[in-house]
């Protein structure tokens, strides 16, 4: 049972556009989420998060939405460059579990010129 | 400042040979974590370790054992490897706790074995 999903596993972007990466989740007793960036034969590498008593929250170019009510989330990346091409998780936690996480299988972003 | 480092950065193994992954990290963190990745899914959750002296298990728990020899070092141990152990494994740690709502995790470069 996939309790966090990335439906779309690429997502082509042109340069200089907006990057959009949804994420829905099941477990509406989730509070924490997470977005992870992951380069080729690198860990993952912490990108920007949001708790669940928040609608959004920005950090330069990133911005990730939550609607709760939908259960889905998304991440914004304005403008895209290059560098960004990567592969985006999300992932959510449950406060009091010692913050384990759930991570969704990953959308694999490709930034063209 | 290392951060979260991880050895070996590869590894095959035999069917039945054992090994252990040593991880440890410089940041002060209480929590500890072993994920591993499989094509096309998002990383598991093997093992675990709130805070020192205590370990529990994770979505994926079975053929594996853990050891959190202090606050800085977390190891896994396979003790009778299979091939679907063949995975990518992340180490990861966090400032944690229990009731931590915004705890953040912070990953290793991660360590590749394959199980022939």
């Known amino acids: 049972d996939q309790q966090v999903k990335q439906n779309s596993p690429s997502l082509s972007v042109q340069e200089g556009r907006i990057s959009i990466l949804n994420c829905d989740y099941t477990?509406?007793?989730?509070?924490?989420f997470l977005w992870y960036k992951k380069y080729p034969a690198e860990g993952p590498t912490f990108l920007i998060s949001i708790s669940s008593i928040k609608d959004k929250n920005e950090d330069g170019r990133f911005t990730v939405f939550l609607n709760k009510s939908a259960k889905h989330l998304s991440l914004h990346i304005v403008p895209s460059q290059p560098g960004d091409s990567a592969v985006y998780f999300c992932?959510?936690?449950?406060?009091?579990?010692?913050?384990?996480?759930?991570f969704g299988t990953g959308t694999r972003l490709q930034v063209t010129l | 400042n290392a951060g979260v480092t991880q050895t070996p950065k590869f590894q095959v193994l035999k069917t039945g040979q054992s090994m252990t992954l040593q991880c440890a990290q410089d940041?002060?963190?209480?929590?500890m974590y072993w994920y591993r990745q499989d094509p096309g899914m998002g990383l598991r959750l093997i093992y675990y370790?709130?805070?020192?002296?205590?370990?529990d298990k994770g979505e994926v728990p079975n053929g594996y054992n853990v050891s959190r020899l202090n606050k800085r070092e977390f190891s896994l141990r396979l003790e009778s490897a299979a091939p679907s152990q063949t995975s990518v494994y992340f180490c990861?740690?966090?400032?944690?706790?229990?009731?931590?709502?915004?705890?953040?995790?912070?990953f290793g470069p991660g360590t590749r074995l394959t199980v022939l």
């Open positions: 992932a959510a936690s449950l406060t009091g579990t010692a913050s384990k996480l759930t």
């Open positions: 477990n509406s007793m989730f509070d924490y």
């Open positions: 370790s709130a805070s020192e002296g205590t370990t």
């Open positions: 990861a740690s966090s400032t944690g706790g229990y009731l931590t709502t915004t705890d953040t995790q912070y």
């Open positions: 940041m002060n963190h209480n929590s």
